[in-house]
């Protein structure tokens, strides 16, 4: 079956959007025009558009979990950061931030999504995450002492423990390895966001889902893992200087992708290949949310295609 899955993927991979399909939507073409978003009206409100936009995405996680094979556990838990992007969005609101992109995706696992929208406190929220993966590496009592920034920290953290920790045994080395750099590339943020020595601290204390196998707690700085991902420390550097910190974090995710890619073409009938393709669809929901959300804010092409992050 898992060879069947995989297959499978190299003729799904196809069907995915193209540079020039995202041109046209910045150009105002109507997704009606795309296949597989030809359900979306012009006439759909900002909400039934990013819903529907996110449908096409839980329908293709949906697809691959149906099949049943010994990754299935994995790929339910690559989708549950959709889950976990909701957990963010209403603890942002019992924070009294909202934003545009606060909008709730209609994915749940663990956690129904009414009975989360029903949450009205903090201490409430993080009891009902008390018997999920989101929640796992200090009490409720803690959490609620610490800043905004510290906990959704610690949500991302406890997701990388979670999913590392569905990985087959005999994929949690070359598997294991990228989906450690993709949470180094996390936590590089939350060290721009703390500074790095207390994030180090934090990493060896409550935020272990961070501390990655190929790399002493010691060493992890901005620097390093970009020399890790071999990404050029000045031009980084400089754009933290600028605090044009997503253009920095949108760099090294596309440093990422490149390199599952690349390991992805070596081992083509791997789990490498399911992983490439995973993050292809969450990249393409991602740049489709940018898109319609950059053109309700009224934002100019250049600016919204500086966000899309490719398939290379």
Known sequence: METYLIVRLHGLIQHLLSREDYERLLK????????????IENEN????????VDDVLIKRLNFLMGLQSRYSSFITAFGDRLELENIKVKLRQ???RRSEAGIYTQYVHFTPLDKLMEVDSEE????????TPYHTAASTEEILKESL??????????YYTYIKSVLPKNERKRLGRLLDLEGLIVSAYWMLVFNKDRTRELIEEKLRGFKPN?????????????????????????LVKRGEISKLMKKLRSIHLRLVREE?????????????????????????????????????????????????
């Open 28 to 39: 105002g073409r109507p997704f009606r025009e795309l296949p597989e978003y030809s359900h």
């Open 45 to 52: 409100s900002l909400e039934e558009v990013l819903a529907k």
């Open 94 to 96: 019992l924070y009294g």
């Open 124 to 131: 409430e929220l993080w009891t009902s995450l008390q018997n």
């Open 149 to 158: 920034e510290f906990k959704e920290a610690y949500l991302d953290s406890c």
């Open 214 to 238: 190929f790399i002493k707690v010691e060493e992890l700085n901005p620097r390093n893992i970009c020399s890790l991902l071999k990404f050029n420390w000045s031009f980084a550097e400089n």
């Open 264 to 312: 992805a073409k070596r081992a083509c009938l791997s789990s490498l290949f399911l992983y490439y393709y995973l993050l292809l669809i969450k990249c393409e929901r991602d740049n489709l949310h940018r898109i319609v959300l950059g053109r309700a804010m009224g934002l100019k092409r250049e600016k919204i295609r500086q966000t899309l992050l490719f398939q290379l």
